[in-house]
T-cell receptor, first 112, second 118 residues
Framework: GENVEQHPSTLSVQEGDSAVIKCTYS??????FPWYKQELGKGPQLIID?????GEKKDQRIAVTLNKTAKHFSLHITETQPEDSAVYFC???????????FGRGTSLIVHP | NAGVTQTPKFRVLKTGQSMTLLCAQD?????MYWYRQDPGMGLRLIHY???????AKGEVPDGYNVSRLKKQNFLLGLESAAPSQTSVYFC?????????????????FGDGTRLSIL
C-alpha cells in the first residue's frame, strides 16, 4: 500500500518568513495530492491540492510543487502570518482508490 | 449548508461501555470515512463506506463497527470501550467522478468527537 512520509514534524518561523513542508510517497499510481490545515479544536480543511498532470499550483501565498520522478511534493507558504499557525497534513491518493494516505502532520508555529 | 456534522462533540466513557458516534453530511457525497487522530500518529482510517449499505475496513478497524443505512449518515460504534480507544474521532465525506480520468476529490471533515475512556 501507499506510504507517506512528512517532514518536519515541527516548524517554527518568524512572521514574514517562508515555510516549506515536504512529503514523499511510495506508490507511483498516486495521482492526487491534497494538503489540509487543521486549527486547534477543528477538523482538517483543504487548503490546496495538486494532480499528477501538473507540476506546480499556486493560490495567493500558498503553493504546492510535485516531482513525480522523485515521488515527492512540497507545500510552500510565503510571507507567513500568525494565523498560519496550525497543523498541516499532506496526503496521497492512488488513482481509482479514493482512499488517501496521510502524512503524520507538521505543526507550524509563526511567531509575531 | 452545514457540511459534515459530528455528534457528540465530547464524551467520557468507562471501560466496557458501548456507544455510537454519529456523522451526518448534507452534500450528497458518496464516500464517507471514520478516522482517529492520536498525537504524532496523524489520521488513521478506521472504516469507510463507498455508498449506502456498504462498508469496508480501514487501517485500524478492530474494536469498531460501522453502519451506513442512509446515504447522509455514517455511524461508528464502540462495542466494548477500552482505554486504548481514547482519541479524537473525525468523520469525513467526499464525492467522486467515477468516469473522469482524474476523479479524486478532496475530503470534507467534521470538527471531531473527543472521546475519553477511563
Amino acid at each position: 500500500g501507499e506510504n507517506v512520509e512528512q517532514h518536519p514534524s515541527t516548524l517554527s518561523v518568524q512572521e514574514g518568513d517562508s515555510a516549506v513542508i515536504k512529503c514523499t510517497y511510495s506508490d507511483s499510481a498516486s495521482n492526487y495530492f491534497p494538503w489540509y490545515k487543521q486549527e486547534l479544536g477543528k477538523g482538517p480543511q483543504l487548503i490546496i491540492d495538486i494532480r499528477s498532470n501538473v507540476g506546480e499550483k499556486k493560490d495567493q501565498r500558498i503553493a504546492v510543487t510535485l516531482n513525480k520522478t522523485a515521488k515527492h511534493f512540497s507545500l510552500h507558504i510565503t510571507e507567513t502570518q500568525p494565523e498560519d499557525s496550525a497543523v498541516y497534513f499532506c496526503a496521497a491518493t492512488p488513482g481509482g482508490s479514493y482512499i488517501p494516505t496521510f502524512g503524520r502532520g507538521t505543526s507550524l508555529i509563526v511567531h509575531p | 449548508n452545514a457540511g459534515v456534522t459530528q455528534t457528540p462533540k465530547f464524551r467520557v466513557l468507562k471501560t466496557g461501555q458501548s456507544m455510537t458516534l454519529l456523522c451526518a453530511q448534507d452534500m450528497n457525497h458518496e464516500y464517507m470515512y471514520w478516522y482517529r487522530q492520536d498525537p504524532g500518529m496523524g489520521l488513521r482510517l478506521i472504516h469507510y463506506s463507498v455508498g449506502e449499505g456498504t462498508t469496508a475496513k480501514g487501517e485500524v478497524p478492530d474494536g469498531y463497527n460501522v453502519s451506513r443505512l442512509k446515504k447522509q449518515n455514517f455511524l461508528l460504534g464502540l462495542e466494548s470501550a477500552a482505554p486504548s480507544q481514547t482519541s479524537v474521532y473525525f468523520c469525513a465525506s467526499s464525492y467522486t467522478l467515477f468516469v473522469a480520468a482524474f476523479s479524486n476529490q478532496p475530503q470534507h471533515f467534521g470538527d471531531g468527537t473527543r472521546l475519553s475512556i477511563l
